[in-house]
């Protein structure tokens, strides 16, 4: 943390300042410049965080020179995390494959959708019943039934089960049912909701909100981690911009740029990035080529049937040519895509 | 709706989405052009909620024609509302203030803050007692013995409390204590806690997510009314865009906009918009001048003891300074502010 | 200039950058942290321009602590700058209203704008000669034809010329007849042109980009005046954000963000903003509440018979409210202005 | 065109527009839903262009069906165009790259990169003549005997050239020594100088503004193309957003959007969407991945010796590398990249 003075700062508040933060058991160092005085701070900045340095009386600006989220961070823990969700392993050297429906709709529709993608290769299977939906007159999801189904499904292909959880009971409906929780991009600011996952323990995969800074996801991360569950996985799914053309804006840097920063995975979800399923391929090859962990996509064994979010999901015969190729892709970036069941 | 088909559509296709919607129950018009073909839909949008039309063969694209959003629109209402609570009319020619601490930080802090800005004039008493702060490290605020604070000092002055809920649980706490609940920015689209505050029929001031639509703050706004609580108060508090110059961008349009679509009342937060203290005043005047029903403001005894948002947070002086203001720019445009207790 | 070292930084990579530094002229000072080293520059920050002290080894950021411009800034000049169009002082006590259809027509929708908007008040005719458009197939202007009649309005009315100038011959035109240069928004960036007017030594309404942050915005105003053009008058008309309601986000902070930075006056273009006429009423009276030093308002003599932006433009007759209206608020705000010729 | 009536709308509004429509030479659909009429037109939109619809009585909105760009859009060219610079095909299957420094700074300095680029693979040699920047203050670039330095090392390497021009007098110079122009964000949406460009004939290298929408970029590109050269290769370069973690966000998406609406091809600039050159690899592997028709990198002999953009370009070695990765890459997406002089 500096802290820069006004132009014609006085001494007197200078050393008020000082006291303060000695007094907090923190180090200074003083430059005066030609126009300006600035005010390094050593140590521990949340000894800081509770005194309004920005009031004091001189002060023009603070400017943060570190983080402020830890666990999430690098200097924490240099080398990169490997989550273990029920044996599968997120972060290695093998890319992970989430996919299925927006949301589960029935019995033959999710065990058909599980059927389909671990046939072309996939680890999860996603589907929501707990369904955040922009309108309250649209579908919200089957709830506990759909969890039971997703169950189901899973026992049948042994693939994992990864639902969007939205409240308190949810967390606690969802937890007898599933193998990692996902908050959704709309939560991803719901702290409250985050430290329940947190207490939890289970695996959480974690979306970025759509006007989220990255500096703000891993602070946002770190509100889960700080309850003791290391085990999260980030997910890149496009942010908020002024371009129309798209859903979000898939924002392809987050990636290298999360990597730099901190040492949890991150997937990339290009289903709702795009908003249309033409798209989804190109994406999708992108995040892979850029560094992606893996990617959660949007299949439905009959996309012109689904109840929710139908312009943007695969039928099973475009999500068997994407497996195809993301295995291709993988192996010039070092990492490797197991095609099929 | 309309439905655009591509160039080259053929006649069976047409057919095949006619026969659709005419056994859906809604009617059609079909339009033949040069190189396009348009088929507008009429009747109830809703009942094509479950018809993925963008999938079907010869489809372009859909264009919706009205809003989803219903009981907030103005066809629906088309006279402004009045919310009454406690006897305080939000809406109506008296402009409102709700003022106080961002959090309420003991009995002395908020006992203090109520006396002062009472003295220059509010009729909503603000302090938060559920905190959701960017980093988990920071002060998260006093729970249920903060509630008791803020009634407290309600009890001296007469002032309505409005405090932000966070949880299905911190609702039904609050619940006791508080006259208004404040729905905040970060769970604008948290639907799950929009329903359960409908379901709890307090009035609701219902803040604008930094990264929400006017249509989606209104289609959100669509949750807690669908639960029968039509007391619904908007609160614009700055959109977050490229600027950093301050903390977000207050999109001081949306009050004009949000008139012209909707029956609700809306009241602005210059104090989160701006993040800084020195701008309050501009963007207050502002705000009444282009319409707003009221002002909600950060204002602390001593900001800067504050235990957050210190630099946003006015002190009573300024506070009073600005009460004398607004009642002269209500004047001219034909509202009224009550200078004083 | 603060230089922040990485983790871990060698005592030889601190001592490469401060030889460099001291070579150049500046002063230094060290900081060691417990985690970070930080390097602070003493001095005039221009002699760092060309050393690229981010590719040094061991730096991971540089943390600027002043604004790049200098002759916008107020450590350059303090008090506010009132600028002078042909007596008409800009930036004053007096607010001033810019105020004329899109773009000139013909001499009859000139000379009937010019004698509606000086009976109302205004102390400049505005009017595009030369208009960039988003298509190409759209009315381009009258180029000289609409400058020779706009100089015969302003003959007849008193009132001085504002138009637009997009390119060398234009402002070489442009030169011959009108009093204040325009800048839009779209070359609000175009260093060649602003250099340009810059030379011109004509005064310059420098309307700020639809993507320009504040900053970036007086480092563009810089251009001009380090041609020693001082003539400089900012104007905001609003930012392209993800909102579409409007056609542009009117950052209304952004006058007193700039008061607080700069000595230019900054006007308000509310027509662009909201590209709809019934917003333009309520976003003057925020701009001027929120200490615009004057507004650009379009006004067509027929708006229905526009050749562009039809939709955003004003008839005589709410012109005339309009300015009925501005009068007030500016007394409240400690200004004036003057209504009827 | 669809013109949306407001609820309500009286017989005499619809007649009164259905006539005006009529005369105009275009057809007209009424249906009449419901709450609200639609009128739909029929025919070449351009004849509407300059009657003003939405402020006829009873109009509530105007809906677009179509796009504005013509020349640009795929209906009038359904095939990808193929854009021939001295032989060089760009928008075919091998990839193009065009590599070199920011900026010309020196014969040495130019003559060394593009040996350097040209012995890894690359078929253009960048560097800046004309340069805009920020601030007023930093180097603008060595115009004329810049382009002589290029011609020189285009000479003796056999690559293209393209460099950005800036204004009228720039492109009548730059012609006579580069073999395509490039137009940068910062001007593009200065019509007039796109029209320049589009009158010489030349190849236009047209980056997208940082605020620009993909239809806006198409509608600016008609600004070249109507002119008469259809020699546009369109260059995303990313867009502004709240993200500061790179220096602007690579829109990826843009790639197989711009795909499916126009005949151009798209090459991708990761050095200016990055600002960092660390991230550059991850980001080229995504365009190519993604779709991108080539790549513009920025290489320089001595990074750390560069008089602008120090920190975004690459040294020969790390492009060396990324050179041979972008082959591998090329071949799964179809296409191919030949490494090596």
Chains 1, 2, 3, 4 share one sequence.
Not at 18 to 32: C, D, M, P, Q, Y
Not at 62 to 72: F, G, N, R, T
Not at 161 to 177: G, L, Q
Request: proline share 5%.
């Amino acid at each position: 943390m500096i802290i820069v003075m006004k132009p014609g700062s006085k001494d007197s508040e200078i050393e008020e300042i000082s006291g303060i933060l000695e007094n907090a058991g923190l180090g200074i160092h003083i430059s005066r410049g030609i126009e300006r005085t600035i005010i390094g701070v050593i140590g521990d900045k949340r000894l800081l965080r509770d005194i309004p340095l920005e009031l004091m009386q001189g002060v023009d600006k603070l400017v943060p020179i570190m983080e402020s989220y830890k666990l999430a961070g690098k200097t924490f823990k240099p080398e990169p995390s490997i989550i273990d969700v029920g044996g599968v392993k997120i972060g290695g050297r093998e890319l992970v494959m989430i996919a299925g429906p927006c949301a589960v709709e029935g019995p033959d529709q999710i065990m058909e959708a599980a059927k389909a993608v671990s046939r072309s290769g996939a680890q999860f299977l996603r589907g929501g019943a707990f369904k955040p939906r922009t309108s309250p007159y649209s579908f919200q999801g089957l709830e506990e039934e759909g969890l039971k189904m997703l169950k189901e499904a899973s026992n049948a292909t042994g693939l994992q089960i990864v639902t969007e959880v939205i409240s308190e009971r949810s967390v606690e409906i969802a937890s007898r049912y599933v193998d990692m929780f996902q908050i959704g991009a709309r939560n991803s600011q719901n702290f409250h909701l985050l430290r329940e996952v947190g207490r939890s323990g289970k695996p959480v995969l974690f979306k970025r909100g759509s006007a989220t800074t990255i500096d703000e996801w891993l602070n946002a991360a770190e509100y889960i981690m700080s309850e003791g569950n290391y085990n999260v996985v980030l997910c890149e799914r496009g942010i908020r911009t002024f371009e129309t053309a798209t859903r979000n804006t898939l924002d392809i840097s987050s990636i290298p740029v999360v990597k730099s920063k901190s040492h949890l995975p991150v997937i990339v979800d290009p289903s709702h990035a795009a908003g249309r399923a033409q798209y989804i391929l190109p994406l999708s090859r992108a995040a892979i080529a850029a560094g992606a962990d893996g990617l959660i996509i949007e299949v439905h064994p009959c996309p012109r049937c689904a109840l929710s979010d139908a312009a943007q999901q695969l039928d099973p015969a475009a999500y068997d040519a994407l497996c195809k190729d993301i295995g291709k892709i993988a192996e010039i970036v070092g990492r490797e895509f197991r095609y099929g069941a």
